[in-house]
């Protein structure tokens, strides 16, 4: 059994999205049928549409879904049809990471997040000549009116109606990884300097999170003037327009050492002036993705013997516990994520991407 939908199907590497009729699959004992309310637009997606993780094309991207449960096989328990739910990243349940609460760091992430495949190699979305699309993406592909899910994705969550359903859209991924690496693994004490390089979702997320941590001074680097500003408005203490400034000689001027720093650059230049800019038992969180040719790369220098800095993924969240913490911060004035967002009508998506490419939009949320 099949049912007809509609989704932005990358068609191959470096193409504009192009909606078109899809067949979707019923779902699975273990899966869930949601209707799409709102998906966020995440870097991710783009790299993933522009051929960096060598995926297989044709395929559905989206990975920040949010939406209503339609339909739920024989097995699934946390959800019933009617219930509202972002979508996070996929996890096995099973593996020691996931036994120990730290399913960002599954044994099976890349398998579940990046195989455009159901794990025994189905696809749940065909073309309408039977032919089948790259699904599954972060364990959901919801740049489409209808997605399937295994219910481990699924965090249920009390909006009130649709449109708070899809504010709440940019948790299941961006807002997640900047304020999670915040929190749960640099943990700033009131007091310690925090800088972030890159203030997009992610590196906004982490300022947001840093000021309610009671980090300060708080400094924010970027090459946007308009995302400074908003940093500003998020607590930054200081912002650094990298455009009119070295970034390493202004930060020691302003500040002095860093305590703790959050790169979402990717940019090798900016990741070597991060780790200068670290105090002698300093910490830095990665969460950039590289765009640069190998030619255009510096060898950055290496951490100090107290220093550290460690790639993390998605902030060592569980969804289940995080997404709705950052809803109850929110409500209670202390987490404005919602500031990040700018929504478009979910067929405009090529325009939200170049606006995100640009920098206009810090965060796009397709509505569907
Ligand atoms: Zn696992
Ligand atoms: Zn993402």
Do not use: W
């Not at 449960?69 to 959800?79: C, F, T, W």
């Not at 399913?103 to 990046?114: G, K, R, S, V």
Request: hydrophobic share 40%; proline share 6%; net charge negative.
């Amino acid at each position: 059994m099949t049912m007809r939908s509609r989704a932005a199907v990358a068609p191959h590497p470096g193409a504009r999205f192009l909606f078109q009729n899809v067949d979707l699959d019923s779902p699975r004992q273990d899966e869930t049928l949601i209707r799409i309310v709102a998906c966020g637009i995440c870097h991710t997606d783009i790299a993933a549409r522009d051929g960096m993780f060598g995926l297989d094309f044709p395929a559905v991207f989206g990975h920040e879904g949010a939406g209503v449960v339609e339909a739920a096989g024989a097995e699934v328990v946390r959800v019933r049809p009617g219930d509202r739910v972002v979508i996070s990243f996929a996890s096995c349940g099973k593996c020691s990471s996931c036994a120990a609460g730290h399913p960002a760091h599954c044994m099976a992430f890349d398998d579940l997040n990046f195989g455009v495949t159901r794990p025994d190699g189905s696809s749940t979305i065909h073309d309408t000549n039977g032919a089948a699309v790259g699904c599954c993406f972060f364990g959901q592909s919801s740049f489409a009116y209808h997605a399937l899910a295994h219910e481990r994705s699924l965090v249920p969550v009390d909006a009130g109606d649709d449109d708070e359903l899809a504010l709440f859209a940019p948790l299941a991924c961006g807002v997640q990884a900047g304020a999670g690496t915040v929190l749960n693994e640099l943990k700033p004490r009131p007091g310690e300097s925090f800088a972030v390089f890159g203030a997009g979702t992610v590196g906004l997320s982490a300022l947001i999170a840093a000021h309610m941590a009671g980090a300060t001074p708080i400094v924010a680097v970027d090459i946007t003037a308009s995302r400074l500003e908003l940093a500003g408005e998020l607590g930054a203490t200081h912002v650094i327009n990298a455009m009119e400034h070295e970034i390493g000689p202004r930060l020691r001027e302003l500040v002095g050492p860093v305590d703790h720093a959050v790169e979402t650059t990717g940019v090798s230049r900016v990741i070597d002036q991060a780790i200068k800019s670290l105090g002698p038992c300093g910490k830095m969180s990665m969460l950039g993705v590289s765009h640069e040719e190998s030619h255009q790369q510096v060898t950055p220098q290496r951490p100090g013997p107290n220093q550290r800095v460690f790639y993390s993924i998605a902030g060592d969240s569980d969804p289940q516990k995080f997404i709705p913490y950052m809803i109850r911060c929110y409500r209670e004035g202390k987490f404005p994520f919602d500031k990040l967002i700018k929504q478009y009508p979910a067929p405009e998506i090529n325009r939200a991407v170049k606006d995100s490419q640009d920098g206009h939009t810090v965060k796009a949320v397709l509505r569907f």
